[in-house]
């Protein structure tokens, strides 16, 4: 069943410049992104620096208002509700932030930051300790967090507390933007574990926004491989690493360096670097590093096509069809 | 054939003098670099692995940092005495470094072409401003940037990261040294284009049999381009081997746990992954004896009491663990 449904999502940030700041130009951060995300799975979203992985997460939270396309949760449409209702929307909706070091209040204790949420909300007013302290034990703190203050955490117990703090209404869906990539390796398996544990325990659905396919592959059902702004791939998390079509997605898993010296494999180096989103190339916005590129790719821009044998398995690019 | 011994580090033993008392950032650190080999320096923030950078370097911040001991062997002269006018004549020509954050180590008010001839001013003062020019020209085409010209007249916030790395790596290879060391000099970047990176510092190691010591957290990059490779903890060594040897048969608890610890891309999603208990202690308040100690799953009573020497594992390969063993790990049921 299908929780949450993005439908031809666009998000175009103005460029201004001149003297009377007249707009210039757009950044096509998102362009007809869509996607079904069902109950109780995760959805991994990857992709490098600008190809608009924040940018979905912000707009599916609300945080940026989308230019068109629609944001449907649970049946409903959430991508343009006033702050009443979003507020009601965020009891259902939440997010961990990449930086823990940057999304905690350095002047509010621990115990002040949970508090907050169940202030905002009404939920409860009065006594909040024994809830907050459940809180605390569910993501593996000891209780004595609470009177305590953001600095005097490390990453990876910060990154505990954000997470604390996210489930703490009990929501249905959170996304994660890039929730480990501050981390260390040995902090980071334990922060995947903990939002393994947590979906188990509490059915939640995750979206999950990293750069790095590894890390991705490790925690999602489903992947969806994002390039300037567009959704180039999507299927299950194990066809995308053993039958990826993409030349992309090939792309970017031979980038992966591996931790085996004996597996120094033929890499796949892409020329160049991603162009720039506010002039994105016409036709497949790919073509200028792709190295089997073809006519039709610098004309057409392809659609995302169902895979004969797997109608799950979306990919846009013409050399497949 | 034994191969050259570029730099010989050993001993080395770095203290900072902070508000909150001493801290040991770098103890009884050994290790040597070969020539025409990359060394990897792995380990997590923290570990002292940029701290031992800085000091072959002579680029420890000062009066805070002191170096207590130890000596760095280069050429037969010892880095750390070394007067500071000598020092200059050395880095950025002999032994040069690139950094991690691309835009912070470009001056973003001068363009990237003065800042290229400045180095060729500092190290080939003979040299007429225009064979500096055609020289900078030279090194940006050779790290494989378009339109070298254009280039040289923009300023650092015009370019990428990934070109901006180029460009560090141009500076840092403008006067051919005989040891790179990169820090992190792709963390900031793109996996596409940190394979782009890698690949032309290895390509200028292969063609001029220079010596790189190469740091990361990423062990997936040291598998990948290392030679050779220091596993650094707490600001100790935990292992030393050839690269091939300690992905293959790790020896020391903290390396096999974090090479446990790394989701696969061939594994199955959502299986819980191995972890590594606790956390790295504070420098402030390291225990006594093996700094992993608290954290092993197979620490006795000795790992709390000593300190544990390199032990050796095989040929050019050590740990410093009192057990490392693989029987007796076998039968504590941990590999």
């Known amino acids: 069943m299908a929780i949450l449904e993005v439908k031809n999502l666009k998000k175009y940030f103005p460029v201004t410049g001149g003297i009377f700041l007249r707009r210039t130009g757009f950044v096509y951060a998102l362009d007809d992104v869509s996607f079904i995300v069902n109950k109780g799975e995760t959805l991994g979203i990857v992709g490098e620096s600008g190809c608009g992985k924040t940018t979905l997460g912000r707009c599916i939270m609300g945080l940026y208002d989308p230019t068109d396309g629609k944001v449907i949760i649970n049946g409903r449409d959430v991508s343009c509700l006033n702050s009443h209702k979003r507020k009601e929307l965020s009891l259902n909706l939440q997010m961990i932030f990449q930086d823990p ?20 909300h009404g939920k409860r007013i009065g006594n909040l300790v024994p809830e907050i302290s459940d809180l605390i034990k569910r993501v593996g703190l000891l209780p004595d967090t609470l009177s305590k203050f953001p600095h005097e955490f490390s ?28 981390l260390d390796v040995s902090v980071q398996s334990k922060i995947l574990n903990l939002l393994l544990e947590l979906q188990r325990i509490l059915g939640l659905t995750y979206i999950f926004i990293s750069h790095d396919l590894s890390v991705v592959k490790h925690v999602s059902d489903r992947i969806a491989v994002m390039y300037l702004g567009k959704i180039v791939e999507i299927a299950n998390a194990n066809d ?48 200028t590093r792709c190295e089997q590129a073809q006519n039709i790719c610098h004309e057409k821009e392809p659609s995302l096509f169902k895979n004969a044998k797997d109608p799950g398995h979306l990919t846009a690019c013409h050399l497949f069809f | 054939m034994v191969d050259k011994i570029v730099l010989d580090v050993s001993d080395l033993r770095i203290d900072f003098h902070t508000e909150q008392g001493k801290i040991r950032a770098v103890d009884q650190v050994d290790f040597q670099l070969k020539k025409g080999r990359i060394l990897g320096i792995a380990g997590e923030s923290g570990c002292g692995k940029s701290v031992t950078a800085l000091s072959i370097m002579r680029l420890l911040p000062k009066p805070v940092s002191r170096i207590v001991k130890g000596r760095a062997l280069y050429n037969d002269q010892n ?22 954050e691309p835009m912070t180590a470009l001056n973003p ?45 923009k300023y650092p916030h015009h370019l990428s990261g990934g070109m901006r790395q180029r ?68 600001g100790r060594i935990a292992e030393k081997a050839d690269a091939l040897t300690l992905f293959k048969y790790p020896r020391h608890p903290y390396t096999i746990g974090l090479l446990k610890s790394i989701p696969s891309l061939a594994g199955e999603p959502k299986t ?39 032990r050796s594992m095989g040929h050019n390969h050590t740990a410093a663990c009192h057990l490392a063993d693989t029987k007796f790990f076998e039968k504590k049921g941990f590999i």
């Not at chain 1, 070091?101 to 905002?120: A, C, G, H, N, V």
């Not at chain 1, 910060?158 to 480990?180: H, M």
């Open chain 1, 240 to 287: 995308i690493y053993n039958n990826g079509q993409h030349p992309y997605t090939h792309a970017l898993l031979s980038s992966i360096p591996v931790p085996d010296p004996e597996s120094r494999r033929k890499r796949i180096v892409l020329k160049g670097e991603v162009p720039s989103v506010e002039n994105p190339p016409l036709g497949c916005r790919f073509n």
């Open chain 1, 155 to 182: 990453g990876g117990q910060r990154q505990r507390i954000g997470i604390a703090r996210a489930i703490s209404l009990e929501p249905e869906i959170i996304i994660c933007d890039e929730p480990v990539s501050a």
């Open chain 2, 272 to 310: 819980i992954l191995p972890t590594i208990k606790g956390n790295v202690p504070s420098l402030q308040d390291m225990p006594d004896g093996c700094r992993f100690a608290s954290r092993c799953p197979v620490a006795e009573e000795i790992c709390k009491k000593k300190v544990p020497g390199q």
């Open chain 2, 109 to 153: 008010v001068h363009g990237i072409g003065k800042q290229l001839i400045e180095i060729y001013k500092l190290h080939f003062p003979g040299l007429s401003y225009r064979e500096m020019a055609a020289a900078s020209l030279k090194m940006l085409r050779k790290v494989g940037i378009p339109d070298p010209d254009k280039v040289m007249k």
């Open chain 2, 167 to 234: 460009i560090m790596i141009a500076m840092s290879l403008a006067c051919e040294p005989d040891i790179l060391i990169a820090d992190e000099p792709t963390t900031a970047l793109d996996v596409t284009v940190q394979a782009q990176i890698l690949d032309l510092i290895r390509s200028f190691q292969a063609k001029s049999n220079m010596s790189v010591i190469l740091i990361t957290h990423d062990l997936g990059v040291i598998a990948e381009n290392c030679d050779d490779v220091v596993v650094m903890y707490a």
């Open chain 1, 101 to 120: 070091f940057e999304s905690l209040d350095p002047r509010q204790t621990i115990k002040e930051i949970l508090e907050e949420k169940y202030l905002i």
């Open chain 2, 79 to 100: 880095i750390y005495d070394l007067p500071v006018s000598d020092m200059r004549s050395i880095r950025g020509k002999k032994i040069s470094m690139i950094f991690q």
